[in-house]
């Protein structure tokens, strides 16, 4: 960003008779003022002050709970180092380009969003809803809900990989006691419970009967 020059001024002579240019600059908010250097003239002072003020606004931000949410929700789906990529980034999921270029629209969706600080930034249910698979973080994607809630989406979750771990290996050919042998966890204690339930589960995805017949 930088001042416009709109004339080049008759030069002025200083005290030791040294020739100084002159130029009229015009800045983007429309002022214009004389300078001797227009290429180091980047807004007026006005424009200099409020863009600094802007400036150390911003930079205050990044000690909240919500830069530290858009933060880690970044790293978890861009860089492969951070400890959860794994689940994030090395599955499709991602960050809308809006999001992802800077913090600023994220924070102006927080707070038409319902956000309130201790709330979970939640892209799954919206994601699936719309169809995104694998899920997105985007305006349309995302919610706040609170902690408890999300635990109780991802307890959700973990059941779902699990029983479907379960169904694609009985469809793999595995008996249910090998299958219950390895995958049972904690569900009852006797080989018939732990059989019993590997087959409810089963029985619920509708494949035990289809298989067995
Ligand atoms: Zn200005």
């Known amino acids: 960003m930088s001042v416009k020059v709109l004339k080049h001024l008759a030069t002025k002579r200083d005290s030791k008779n040294r020739s100084i240019p002159q130029y009229l600059v015009k800045c983007e908010c429309g002022k214009e003022w004389t300078v001797s250097a227009p290429n180091r003239t ?19 931000d990044h000690n909240t709970a919500l830069y530290a949410i858009w933060r880690s929700m970044k790293a978890r789906c861009n860089s492969p180092k951070a400890q959860s990529y794994k689940n994030y980034g090395a599955k499709g999921v991602s960050v809308c380009k809006e999001w992802n270029s800077a913090f600023e629209p994220f924070r102006d969706w927080a707070k038409t969003s319902g956000y309130v600080k201790g709330m979970h930034l939640d892209k799954d249910e919206k994601s699936k809803k719309l169809g995104f698979s694998p899920a997105v973080y985007s305006p349309d994607t995302c919610q706040w809900i609170t902690q408890q809630a999300n635990n109780k989406i991802e307890l959700q979750m973990n059941t779902d990989s699990y029983e479907k771990t379960i169904v694609s290996e009985y469809e793999r050919g595995r008996t249910i006691t090998s299958i219950a042998n390895q995958y049972y966890n904690g569900r009852g204690k006797s080989t018939s419970a732990k059989t019993k339930y590997i087959e409810s589960v089963l029985k619920r995805h509708k494949v035990w009967k289809r298989i067995r017949a």
Do not use: I, M, V
């Not at 980047?42 to 205050?60: D, F, I, V, Y």
């Open 42 to 60: 980047n807004n007026c002072k006005e424009c200099s002050n409020r863009l600094g003020a802007e400036k150390r606004k911003t930079h205050g």
